[in-house]
């Protein structure tokens, strides 16, 4: 590829990025199967990049953009393998599953991850202004570590919340969650996540979408879920908490129908008012039916899925890419396997998928999924920074296809060194969530009920996932996100300065993420040799 003189996308960048991509993909995937989480990487490579090039001769905020893009894009590609695909020999310790197959569907989903990401890049980033809390963090870092303004903020945030993360995650003297409130026989508990990371997310994604995420978990946790046991519509608090997460699925699936029907709404004002520029839009039209079609024979060829399932698949990855590049972007949380299992649920009501086609359908899912959410971040720094997003795209390119053979490679060599998954070496939890929800949806009625609820203010512009996030996770999470905005609210209304306030609290929220990121993801590497 012949790259522009002055472009971002150096030999140096490409090489460092793939060096840097090799230890991130390893690390994520053991991590992910260890610890059933992946810490954001995005500040991490960024301040691994930012280290190894910022003084390089003619460095750019550019240059170390793309390297740190390059970097990251095979993190969520071993999470989506690591969430799903380890299902398969949970059930079926015997089961038999080719390296090749897993590569094919391990590129499938990064390439279509990579498509995706350039079709929403625009409406999210461009249009929306999605927040991206990890995006700004990594925009943040770079400007404090390349022209040094708000630096003594940062950096202090990010020493704090890293020195915090080692004692509570490494030396286990400080509690990773806070029981608020105990709970009673109708009332759930009250939990607090310890999480300097949270609290900063809280922070950037402001007052709006945090409010709504944590109305999503007061209305599901401490309004149905007490009303309906004391009325005796739930016999346990088990049964209660399955209409409490089904509806919430819901939420964020109706959430997903509703772009689909606002789209199809606006296509036919489109038809009527005016002519669409075919011309400007024939050459994404093409690449995505050329991509599309591809996936299609590579799956269809090389693993169990079969022709109309894989044409589904298509359609349900880019409606879970969606979800996922919008919810990343309001809220810093990525529920890929979530996705998965719905369009595999989905497929399964319609076709009888043989046990292996319905993992590889959901890892394909996944992979793509969590790239187009986790790069997303990544691609809001370089708007804030001024980079080309089409070298961006490149480096995505590179990273998630190059990651995704090496997360198959560590996914088959984890394999075999702890002898299977399911285990106390290797317990992964997604996975084995995955292979539970193979039986289907546990409450319809609050699913499909959520899903109306979701198109219903998706349509009157209501942020429905967010409000389903609330309703799906747990009340540690909704609340930690809470308080960081109630902190820097009142920071900023106590400070002289308001201007001034407002930018160190940004700066401080960044060093947050930050901190607990890199110390996240050290804590990994080293736990993996």
Known sequence: MNFE???????????????GLAIITSSSMYVALRMGALPWPTVFVTVL????????????????????????????????LAFTLPGLWIRDPNAEFSYLSIVIISVTGAVL??????????????????????????????????????????????????????????LLVIPSTLTLFGGSAIIPPLYLWVSPMALGIGAII???????????????YYVITPIGLAAGFFESMAEADLFR??????????????????????????????????????????????????????????????????????????????????????????????FAILVLL???????????????????????????????NDLKSGSLVGTNPRHQMIAEAIGGVIGAIIASLALIVLKNSFGGFGTAELPSPQAASVAAMMGGIGNKTAF??????????????????????????STSISSIMALGVIISSMAKKLAKNSQKADENASFVSAGLLGGEGITGVIIAIASMF
Not at 152 to 160: A, E, N, Q
Request: hydrophobic fraction near 55%.
């Open 5 to 19: 003189k002055k472009s971002p996308l150096t030999f140096r960048a490409i090489l460092t990025g793939i060096i």
């Open 49 to 80: 990049s930012m280290a190894i090039l910022g003084k390089a001769k003619g460095s750019t905020l550019a240059e170390i953009n793309c390297t740190h893009t390059l970097m990251s894009a095979g993190a969520m590609v071993a999470g989506g």
């Open 113 to 170: 991850g990579i498509l995706f990401t350039s079709i929403f890049r625009e409406t999210f980033i461009d249009k929306e202004k999605l927040p991206y809390p990890m995006g700004i963090a990594a925009y943040k870092t770079l400007i404090a570590g390349k022209e040094g303004k708000g630096a003594p903020v940062l950096f202090s945030s990010m020493g704090f919340s890293a020195v915090f993360t080692f004692l509570r995650d490494k």
């Open 206 to 220: 402001g007052p709006a979408l945090a409010i709504m995420w944590f109305l999503g978990s007061v209305l599901g």
């Open 245 to 338: 997460s089904n509806l919430g699925l819901g939420l964020m699936i109706g959430t997903g129908a509703g772009v689909a029907i606002v789209s199809i709404i606006k296509l036919f004002k489109n038809n009527s008012g005016k002519k669409i520029d075919i011309k400007q839009k024939k050459d994404k039209l093409l690449t995505g039916v050329i991509v599309a079609f591809f996936a299609i024979i590579l799956l269809t060829v090389f693993t169990e899925i079969k022709l109309v399932e894989a044409i589904l698949l298509i359609i349900g990855a880019y409606l879970a890419a969606y979800l996922s590049g919008m919810l990343t972007g309001q809220t810093g949380i990525n529920p890929m396997e979530v």
């Open 346 to 376: 989905f497929i399964s009501t319609l076709f009888s998928p043989t046990i292996k086609a319905g993992f590889s359908i959901a890892a394909v899912v996944a992979v793509a999924a969590g790239l187009t959410g986790d790069v997303m």
């Open 448 to 473: 499909f009920l959520g899903v109306i609820i979701g198109i219903v203010l998706y349509i009157a512009k209501v942020p429905a996932a967010t409000l389903g996030l609330g309703f799906y996770l």
